[in-house]
């Protein structure tokens, strides 16, 4: 099995399985489209385009536990999808370990990323636009590129924002080769309590 889709669909767990994707790789191995109170937990996935999409206005989903590696995206959240949690993942040399991308979006809401493993990643965590409250806190952001990149977003939409609507804060961000968080935006980012180690920093 190297696919799961979970469409319009509410209260359903997926847990315990193994996506691997030799060859050509699906472009979501777990994909919630327009699902509401889903758990995706205790998964392990390799080799896909994106590990697990969170799109279409899909709200208040847990991806708790899993482990995706080798992928383009370990996790993508998009589309309008607002209130979902991504805690206590290990999510390891994938192109983007977290990508978030909300553009005009139909609700309001936050989304969460805590408590990762995010390691050995292009950038461990990448935002191309927001215009959504986004917190990041208590990962372990480690030996990738970029611990935390926000793209400028002004090019998306006027409805997109950037990195004001953007908290991350209580996170190790240390050792990552050229940034610990990289911010292409021109508001500033809020980051607040975070561990840089010996020499990693911010830069906008």
């Known amino acids: 099995m190297n696919c799961i889709d979970v469409v319009l669909a ?6 315990d399985n193994t996506l691997a ?3 050509e790789a699906p472009d979501e191995s777990i994909n919630l489209d327009d699902a509401g109170d889903v758990t995706v937990r205790n998964n392990a996935i390799t080799g896909a385009n994106a590990g697990i999409a969170i799109e279409n206005r899909a709200e208040g989903n847990s991806i708790v536990d899993n482990r995706v590696t080798d992928s383009e995206v370990g996790v ?9 949690a991504v805690e206590g993942n290990v999510l390891a040399n994938n192109g983007n ?5 909300l553009v005009d979006s ?3 809401g936050t989304n969460y990323v805590r408590g990762n493993d995010v390691v050995n990643d292009t950038n461990g965590l990448l935002v191309e636009a927001t215009d959504q409250p986004l ?8 030996d990738n590129e ?12 006027p409805g997109a924002e950037g990195a004001e609507l953007v908290s991350v804060h209580d996170d190790v961000l240390a050792e990552n080769a050229a940034y610990g968080v990289l911010n292409g935006n021109q508001n500033a980012l809020n980051a607040p309590g975070n561990y840089w180690g010996a020499s990693d920093g911010t830069a906008s």
Do not use: F, M
């Open 10 to 15: 509410s209260n359903v767990t997926g847990e």
């Open 97 to 101: 370990g977290v990508e978030v991308s």
């Open 21 to 23: 994707n030799p060859g």
């Open 106 to 108: 139909y609700g309001d």
């Open 146 to 157: 970029n611990g935390v990149h926000v793209r400028r977003s002004g090019v998306c939409s």
């Open 76 to 84: 993508g959240i998009e589309d309008g999808s607002v209130n979902n």
């Open 135 to 142: 917190v990041v806190e208590s990962n372990d952001v480690r």
